[in-house]
């Protein structure tokens, strides 16, 4: 069983930053890890992934603004994001992979403010 623990949301001003943490614990190997956002009324989507290999991906809405990195001996995911806006308002979920199974962590809300 794996357990994600996220942290780092919070509310922030259009143009400020935030950092989000996400750990999984357990003796498994992770393979890809990422983030995904879910704002009110919208479907879930998408953020950004990154594998263990460190190649990662994007949602064209945050590329050159969100990086996402990991910490493989940690089993911790990272999602620094700059240049916030308005719009990136959402609850982030973390999510980790491990063969077939797919984890979620619990939400974090971030409220970026105008």
């Known amino acids: 069983q794996v357990q994600l623990v996220g942290s780092g949301g919070g509310l922030v001003q259009a143009g400020g930053t935030l950092r989000l943490s996400c750990a999984a614990s357990?003796?498994?190997?992770?393979?890809?890890m990422g983030w995904q956002r879910q704002a009110p009324g919208k479907q879930r989507e998408l953020v950004a992934a990154?594998?263990?290999?460190?190649?990662?991906n994007y949602a064209d809405a945050v590329k050159g603004r969100f990086t996402i990195s990991r910490d493989n001996a940690k089993n911790t995911v990272y999602l620094q994001m700059n240049s916030l806006k308005p719009e990136d308002t959402a609850v982030y979920y973390c999510?980790?992979?491990?063969?077939?199974?797919?984890?979620w962590g619990q939400g974090t809300q971030v409220t970026v403010s105008s």
């Open positions: 357990g003796s498994i190997f992770i393979d890809a």
């Open positions: 990154i594998s263990s290999g460190g190649i990662t």
């Open positions: 999510n980790a992979l491990s063969g077939i199974r797919k984890y």
